[in-house]
């Protein structure tokens, strides 16, 4: 008798894996087996975590801070981010309005699991972060792109926004700085979202992973601060990942309506229970101490976006909008779309990327993962160094293209 194999959800069939970490999954194993490979795909800061946050970690596990913690996290990180929610933007939130999750992502599944019956619709500003789709349909929901335009900064169109929503929209995704383009909403867009969320009752969801990393003048518009009614109706995700280079330490908070984050402490007691108990003693020497950790990285980022973006806008063809926040720059590279390498055509942006690691060996994610076909992203979060070698070989690989 041959055995079927063990039949799947049909939850987790319609969903990818996530390409960005398939892609610095296939980059790495490309480069141990001795490939050249110049790896522009994963988004994670190439800084360490400051030598007083890994201290802290470490002194918790020589303290005996290993075990279970309370499933929203330990009270002192709870107030610790109230305390940087008002030390930073005013905000009033009291520890039972924040939950801390296993990273952003983990923050984002809790949500979305209190939040959605099957059919309820979510807004998703496109280009999108690649995992925000398929948190919604692991949940039972809808996914509804709401297309940004490049020619706007990718800006939000309030336009477009009214035609998007529906009886069934429940939340809107906003992230400001975005990933992958590192734009931000104007004050206006945010308006016209606030006033559309008010009146029908949505979920405003704010990933401000980024929110540390821009290089804009002036403050970065905040939904909150454009409307602070919509207090009761916004949750707010954040965490250390990418403002203190703690990816791998997996923390990240939630702040919003209690009676939310009551919700998701019930999802969360019923899976992960609570994060790693070392690593939110970490977290918290993160945010009680000093906070210039991410303008260093800044001061690094900074010649790093100029170089990259006047080099990709001076290729013939080719467009790239000027990152306002995190470290990516995503170009349009449809113009060389329809031409061939060898006898293969490159039809969209999957082929351009599978051409550079290729052709070039320079792994990139396609556009298409972020709901943009159009364009390739690349993460400046690496050396001077390697985007100027990662530079030359793009320029070539384009200028042996045919067609
Ligand atoms: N939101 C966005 C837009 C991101 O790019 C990331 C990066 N992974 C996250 C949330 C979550 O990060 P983490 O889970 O590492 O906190
Ligand atoms: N957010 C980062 C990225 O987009 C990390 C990888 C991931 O979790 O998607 O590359």
Same mark, same amino acid.
């Given at each position: ?6 039949? &799947?959800?049909?939850?987790? &069939? ?18 141990? /087996? ?41 009270? *002192? &990180? ?12 005013? @905000?009033?939130?009291?520890?039972e309005q924040i939950q801390i999750c296993c990273g952003g992502k983990h923050g984002l599944y809790n949500i979305f699991q209190a939040l959605l019956n099957h059919g309820d619709e ?6 999108? @972060? ?40 429940? /939340? ?26 008010? *009146? ?48 791998? @330490?997996?923390?990240? @908070? ?71 926040? /995190? ?18 055509? &490159? ?57």
């Amino acid at each position: 008798m041959v055995q079927k194999p063990i039949r &799947l959800a049909d939850r987790v &069939l319609q969903v990818p894996p996530s390409p960005t970490l398939a892609v610095n999954a296939k980059a790495k194993a490309l480069k141990a /087996a001795g490939e050249d490979i110049l790896n522009f795909s994963v988004g994670e800061p190439d800084f360490d975590t400051p030598e007083h946050i890994r201290e802290a970690g470490k002194k918790a596990i020589d303290e005996g801070q290993t075990r279970y913690t309370a499933v929203p996290g330990i009270p *002192e &990180l709870r107030e610790a981010v109230a305390m940087r929610c008002k030390a930073d933007h005013g @905000w009033d939130y009291s520890p039972e309005q924040i939950q801390i999750c296993c990273g952003g992502k983990h923050g984002l599944y809790n949500i979305f699991q209190a939040l959605l019956n099957h059919g309820d619709e979510v807004l998703i500003p496109a280009p999108y @972060w690649v995992s925000y789709p398929p948190m919604v349909q692991l949940a039972d929901g809808v996914p509804v792109e709401v297309p940004l335009d490049e020619a706007a900064n990718f800006d939000l169109n309030p336009t477009t926004l009214v035609a998007k929503a529906s009886e069934k929209t429940r /939340a809107i995704f906003l992230n400001s700085p975005s990933n992958p383009a590192g734009s931000v909403f104007s004050h206006e867009a945010l308006k016209a979202v606030a006033a559309m969320a008010l *009146e029908r009752g949505w979920l405003v969801v704010s990933d401000d992973i980024y929110e540390t990393i821009t290089y804009m003048d002036g403050k970065l518009p905040h939904i909150l601060d454009v409307e602070p009614r919509l207090k009761e109706q916004t949750v707010v995700l954040n965490g250390v990942s990418k403002a203190f280079a703690m990816t791998g @330490w997996r923390i990240g @908070w939630c702040a919003g309506p209690a009676h939310l984050i009551k919700a998701m402490n019930k999802v969360q007691s019923q899976s992960t229970s609570n994060c790693s108990t070392p690593a939110q003693y970490a977290a918290l020497a993160a945010l009680i101490g000093p906070q210039d950790f991410p303008s260093e990285m800044k001061k690094a980022f900074l010649p790093r976006r100029d170089f990259f973006v006047r080099d990709l806008e001076s290729i013939e063809g080719v467009s790239c909008v000027n990152p306002s926040g /995190a470290f990516y720059v995503f170009p349009n590279f449809s113009a060389y779309y329809g031409k061939s390498f060898k006898g293969k055509v &490159l039809n969209n942006s999957v082929d351009m990327a599978d051409y550079f690691l290729e052709e070039a060996k320079v792994a990139s994610v396609p556009g298409a993962a972020f709901g943009a076909d159009a364009f390739v992203r690349f993460s400046f979060a690496t050396s001077m160094a390697v985007i100027e070698e990662g530079m030359a070989r793009i320029k070539k690989a384009l200028a042996a293209l045919e067609g």
